[in-house]
C-alpha cells in the first residue's frame, strides 16, 4: 500500500485488498462506540461496510475480498476490458445506447449509478470506445475513458462471480447490527442468506448508489460518515441530496 508503484496499485488483485483493510482501519479509529444505523458500500465498499456491521468478520472479509479480487484479476486476463464515466448524461439515454450496442454483439453495460448525471459504464475495449462517441452525441458533458483493470460489473465478470459464488457459500455471515443497503437492489438487508446472495450477483450487476442513498434518506438518514480511502462518496451524496 505504501511501497508500490502506481502500476501495481492498479491490478484490481493488490487494489481490492489494500482499499478494503484501509476502510475498515477507519471505520474502527471510531472506537467501541461507532454503531451505525444503517451501511452501505459502493461495490468492494459493501465488503468493508459488512464488517463495519458485524455481518462479516475481518478474517472472513479479507479472505473473501483476496478470492474475489483475485477472480476479478483473472477476467481481465482473459478478456480485457475497461470502463468509462459519463457526465450529464440521464440514465435512461445511457441505457438506450449500451442496448444499441450489445444489439450489434457488443458488451457494454452501466456499471455504477454514482450520482444523478453521473454514470460508469463498461465493457470490452471495443464496445467502451464505440459508446463514447455515441454518448457526447446524445448530449453527454463528457464521456471520459477511465484507467481501470478491467470491465468491473459487467456480463465480463460472470466467471469470477461464478468462482466468488462457492467462497462465500462457505463462508458464516452473521445478522448485521443494521440494515445493510446492497448494490443489487439499493435495498436494505439482515437476513444473512439474502445478503450473501446479492453479494454473488453484485460482480456482474451495477452498483445502485444513487438508488441506495435516496433509500436511506428516505429512511431517516440524516448523517453520513465515509469510511474509506478519501471522500468520493461524500461528494457523491451531497449532488444525490441535491
Known amino acids: ?29 471510531h472506537g467501541a462506540d461507532f454503531k451505525p444505523d444503517m451501511v452501505a458500500g459502493h461495490s468492494l465498499g459493501e465488503f468493508s461496510a459488512l464488517v463495519a456491521c458485524g455481518a462479516l468478520s475481518f478474517e472472513s472479509g479479507l479472505k473473501l475480498v483476496s478470492q474475489r479480487a ?10 480485457p476490458g475497461t470502463m468509462a464515466a459519463i457526465i450529464g448524461l440521464p440514465d435512461a439515454k ?8 450489445n444489439g450489434k ?22 464496445a467502451i470506445a464505440a459508446a ?8 453527454a458533458k463528457r464521456a471520459l475513458p477511465l484507467v481501470v483493470g478491467g470491465a468491473f460489473h459487467s456480463p465480463l465478470m460472470t466467471p469470477a462471480k461464478d468462482e466468488l459464488a462457492k467462497a462465500i457459500s462457505e463462508t ?42 435516496l ?14 480511502p478519501g471522500t468520493v462518496l461524500t461528494g457523491l451524496i451531497k449532488r444525490i441530496r441535491g
Open 94 to 101: 445511457i441505457e438506450e445506447i449500451c442496448a444499441g450496442l
Open 172 to 213: 458464516q455471515f452473521n445478522t448485521p447490527v443494521c440494515p445493510i443497503y446492497q448494490n443489487v437492489d439499493a435495498k436494505p438487508h439482515v437476513n444473512p442468506d439474502e445478503i450473501k446472495a446479492n453479494l454473488v450477483t453484485q460482480l456482474n450487476s451495477p452498483v445502485r448508489w444513487t438508488q441506495s442513498v
Open 105 to 126: 454483439g457488443m458488451v457494454v453495460v452501466p456499471a455504477n449509478y454514482n450520482s444523478p448525471g453521473q454514470v460508469v459504464i463498461s465493457g470490452s475495449k471495443e
Open 70 to 79: 483475485n477472480a476479478m484479476q483473472k477476467c481481465c486476463e482473459k478478456v
Open 1 to 29: 500500500m505504501f511501497s508500490g508503484s502506481d502500476e501495481d496499485l492498479r491490478r484490481t488483485d493488490i487494489t481490492q485488498p489494500a482499499v478494503f483493510i484501509h476502510s475498515v482501519a477507519v471505520a474502527k479509529s
Open 132 to 139: 463514447c462517441p455515441l454518448m457526447t452525441e446524445a448530449g
Open 215 to 228: 433509500n436511506m434518506i428516505a429512511d431517516g438518514a440524516e448523517e453520513f460518515t465515509e469510511c474509506g
